[in-house]
């Protein structure tokens, strides 16, 4: 399985191709649409996302509602291109002056140094979190397949700012605008994004992603680039702004004695090899255990700031206030939406490669078929 995306943040169009996916899986747009609105929600983000309504297009590989075994073609229009049209036209003659002030927390200057840019716009546009949008379509095809092999996943906001959640009730995520689980940090969650607003500033926090449903045996212990562990971190730091990823409950048992720490092993004639606890979040030795896979991660503050820092001209190499695109207070709501797409990749990936099969029914029956040999192992 692999896909490949396409497009800038104020260009026409943003672009996915997947390839991989078995033939026979129920697939329509308005599934993939329900994952981009979830995306968009949030209290806190900037006026772009007054502007765009995501809607997928489909181009290629599903006929009837269901995949064909042929690469799948992805489409999202930018709602805000006519505003953008001559400033990003991919010919002719350009409106606008160049970004030359570059931003102290993106990749305007590291970008602009690689690729010898002297508009940074060049670099801006394709690094901008817009570009999620399009990793949250291809995430949800790859989550339909999960969901055939009864594996399920979400995200909730863990903290926001200094605010930390207390005790979680997974129902009500979803019907919070903050993706949180607890009624009273929610509300102070409220409080001190509406505070930044006020002040021009940022805030970031931390997500947690769980899935349910895995089977042991995925990923691999024998290479480095197999572990599975690897690849989601790999997978979460991808996303803008994620600096840091947690599998389990890795950072408190660091200073912990390890017989505080690893999950005992007990054994039932129904459910096979099991823990009672699950301080390893799913994964030992870079497989999956059997156990939920929890993993979190930590979103930075957004670095565009109405209040901008101090930069430097890369033309003038004058200090400036450095520019100002378009952009939210805190976005880690849709961090968490974003990550369950690319952890959904990588466990989707991660089971094409163990079970193979070129249709559905072929993937289906190899996963059953191995979740009784695993039981009864």
Same mark, same amino acid.
């Given at each position: 399985?692999?896909?490949?995306?396409?497009?800038?943040?104020?260009?026409?169009?943003?672009?996915?191709?997947?390839?991989?996916?078995?033939?026979?899986?129920?697939?329509?747009?308005?599934?993939?649409?329900?994952?981009?609105?979830?995306?968009?929600?949030?209290?806190?983000?900037?006026?772009?996302?007054?502007?765009?309504?995501?809607?997928?297009?489909?181009?290629?590989?599903?006929?009837?509602?269901?995949?064909?075994?042929?690469?799948?073609?992805?489409?999202?229009?930018?709602?805000?291109?006519?505003?953008?049209?001559?400033?990003?036209?991919?010919?002719?003659?350009?409106?606008?002056?160049?970004?030359?002030?570059?931003?102290?927390?993106?990749?305007? @200057? #590291? $970008?602009?140094?690689?690729?010898? %840019?002297? +508009?940074? &716009?060049?670099?801006?546009?394709? !690094?901008? /979190?817009?570009?999620?949008?399009?990793?949250?379509?291809?995430?949800?095809?790859?989550?339909?397949?999960?969901?055939?092999?009864?594996?399920?996943?979400?995200?909730?906001?863990?903290?926001?700012?200094?605010?930390?959640?207390?005790?979680?009730?997974?129902?009500?995520?979803?019907?919070?605008?903050?993706?949180?689980?607890?009624?009273?940090?929610?509300?102070?969650?409220?409080?001190?994004?509406?505070?930044?607003?006020?002040?021009?500033?940022?805030?970031?926090?931390?997500?947690?992603?769980?899935?349910?449903?895995? @089977? #042991? $045996?995925?990923?691999?212990?024998? %290479?480095? +680039?197999? &572990?599975?562990?690897?690849?989601? !971190?790999? /997978?979460?730091?991808?996303?803008?702004?994620?600096?840091?990823?947690?599998?389990?409950?890795?950072?408190?048992?660091?200073?912990?004695?390890?017989?505080?720490?690893?999950?005992?092993?007990?054994?039932?004639?129904?459910?096979?090899?099991?823990?009672?606890?699950?301080?390893?979040?799913?994964?030992?030795?870079?497989?999956?255990?059997?156990?939920?896979?929890?993993?979190?991660?930590?979103?930075?503050?957004?670095?565009?700031?109405?209040?901008?820092?101090?930069?430097?001209?890369?033309?003038?190499?004058?200090?400036?206030?450095?520019?100002?695109?378009?952009?939210?207070?805190?976005?880690?709501?849709?961090?968490?939406?974003? !990550?369950? /797409?690319?952890?959904?990749?990588?466990?989707?990936?991660?089971?094409?490669?163990?079970?193979?099969?070129?249709?559905?029914?072929?993937?289906?029956?190899?996963?059953?078929?191995?979740?009784?040999?695993?039981?009864?192992?």
């Amino acid at each position: 399985m692999r896909f490949l995306t396409a497009g800038e943040s104020h260009g026409a169009v943003l672009v996915a191709i997947v390839d991989g996916i078995p033939a026979h899986l129920s697939l329509t747009a308005d599934y993939i649409n329900a994952h981009l609105a979830r995306r968009q929600m949030g209290i806190g983000r900037g006026g772009r996302m007054q502007i765009e309504k995501d809607r997928v297009e489909i181009l290629s590989g599903v006929r009837g509602g269901f995949t064909m075994g042929s690469p799948i073609a992805l489409l999202i229009r930018n709602l805000d291109w006519p505003n953008w049209e001559r400033v990003m036209a991919v010919e002719g003659l350009l409106d606008g002056e160049g970004v030359t002030k570059p931003r102290p927390g993106h990749a305007d @200057l #590291p $970008g602009a140094l690689k690729y010898l %840019h002297r +508009d940074v &716009r060049n670099v801006l546009e394709r !690094a901008s /979190a817009r570009e999620t949008a399009a990793r949250t379509a291809v995430g949800a095809v790859a989550r339909r397949l999960l969901e055939e092999l009864g594996i399920s996943l979400f995200s909730h906001v863990v903290s926001i700012g200094p605010v930390v959640v207390e005790r979680v009730d997974f129902d009500r995520v979803e019907d919070s605008p903050l993706r949180c689980g607890d009624p009273q940090a929610e509300e102070a969650m409220k409080d001190v994004i509406l505070r930044a607003q006020e002040e021009g500033d940022t805030l970031g926090g931390v997500f947690e992603v769980r899935v349910k449903g895995v @089977l #042991p $045996g995925l990923g691999s212990h024998v %290479h480095w +680039d197999r &572990r599975l562990d690897a690849k989601l !971190a790999q /997978a979460l730091l991808s996303i803008p702004g994620v600096k840091g990823v947690e599998i389990g409950e890795a950072f408190s048992l660091s200073s912990k004695p390890g017989s505080q720490v690893h999950d005992a092993i007990y054994w039932d004639v129904q459910r096979g090899f099991y823990r009672r606890t699950n301080r390893a979040g799913g994964i030992e030795g870079g497989i999956s255990n059997g156990e939920e896979i929890v993993v979190r991660g930590a979103m930075k503050p957004i670095p565009t700031l109405s209040k901008p820092l101090e930069s430097v001209d890369i033309e003038t190499k004058e200090p400036f206030p450095s520019h100002k695109e378009r952009s939210d207070v805190c976005a880690v709501p849709a961090a968490g939406v974003v !990550a369950e /797409a690319v952890v959904a990749w990588v466990l989707a990936q991660a089971v094409m490669e163990k079970m193979g099969g070129d249709a559905l029914e072929e993937v289906v029956e190899r996963w059953e078929a191995y979740r009784e040999r695993v039981r009864t192992f």
